[in-house]
């Protein structure tokens, strides 16, 4: 989705798009609480949380194996984003270069969970109830409050916001073009223009 429909306060050209349904991410986020994966990484709980159903992870790998494939997976997902330098949301130290060829992969389906790995103890059902709750919970986006402060953004550069389902507040500079946020800070105009703001300054 893109904003504006501008108004008139805002600069000519100035349009922020904001993916609200990053659907191969919403997998990975789901597969990950179903099966207890990379539970060190430093995300907040999901929000809502889902019914995870019967998914049981396949025991014809071990976790440690699921595990790296589901980092890597994670870390090839957001090449959408590029191209560029982008920092890994959950990870501390983990940066990775996107190129061109890697925003084309992502483009075509790679970072899919069910393309690289199949369904498999995977409740199918169970997901789409999750994504219809979350998508039913989203409420309108409303940027007039904080539109100083987003103004300032996009003229360093910020072009895209990225949603996650993340409960309480989170935001996340992906890359210098990019920032990761929860719907609950998307949605506070307090929360949100703080980030914004640190994301002005460079943190």
């Avoid at 600069?11 to 904001?18: H, L, R």
């Avoid at 019967?54 to 025991?59: E, I, L, N």
């Avoid at 084309?104 to 789409?128: H, L, Y």
């Avoid at 007039?144 to 103004?151: D, F, G, M, N």
């Amino acid at each position: 989705m893109q904003y504006p429909q501008r108004t008139g306060s805002w600069p000519p050209g100035m349009a922020i798009t904001v993916d609200t349904h990053a659907q191969p991410l919403l997998v990975l986020l789901y597969v990950r609480q179903a099966w207890s994966l990379a539970e060190t990484l430093q995300l907040p709980a999901l929000c809502p949380i889902p019914d995870t159903g019967c998914c049981q992870r396949p025991a014809s790998v071990a976790k440690p194996v699921w595990e790296r494939r589901w980092l890597s997976l994670w870390g090839r997902a957001w090449g959408w984003y590029g191209p560029g330098s982008i920092r890994i949301p959950g990870s501390l130290h983990d940066r990775q270069f996107v190129t061109g060829l890697a925003m084309a992969q992502a483009e075509r389906g790679v970072a899919f969970w069910s393309t690289r790995f199949g369904a498999e103890g995977i409740d199918a059902a169970g997901f789409d109830a999750w994504e219809m709750d979350y998508l039913a919970r989203e409420g309108e986006l409303d940027f007039e409050r904080v539109e100083p402060v987003l103004v300032a953004a996009w003229e360093r550069g910020l072009r895209g916001i990225v949603e996650l389902p993340l409960s309480g507040p989170y935001l996340h500079r992906l890359s210098d073009r990019h920032l990761v946020a929860s719907s609950h800070t998307l949605r506070n105009e307090g929360e949100l223009a703080a980030g914004l703001a640190g994301w002005i300054r460079g943190s």
